[in-house]
């Protein structure tokens, strides 16, 4: 579990730097694709998402 922090920890490092680097080039896919890494490093391993299903009833 501590090797899943820190492999999460690394890629939203990753991510900002990345995302710091399409700032200063003025790169907005370069921006964009930081920002996602971030969000894909804080958010859970549960695989892919999947749509939410209408309640029944």
Do not use: F, Y
Not at 20 to 41: I, M, N, S
Request: hydrophobic share 25%.
């Amino acid at each position: 579990m501590a090797e899943d922090r820190n492999s999460s920890s690394a890629e939203h490092r990753k991510g900002s730097v990345k995302e710091a680097l399409g700032k200063l080039t003025g790169d907005a896919r370069v921006e964009a694709e930081g920002r996602r890494q971030k969000r894909d490093a804080k958010a859970p391993n549960l695989g892919p998402s999947q749509p939410a299903r209408p309640k029944r009833g």
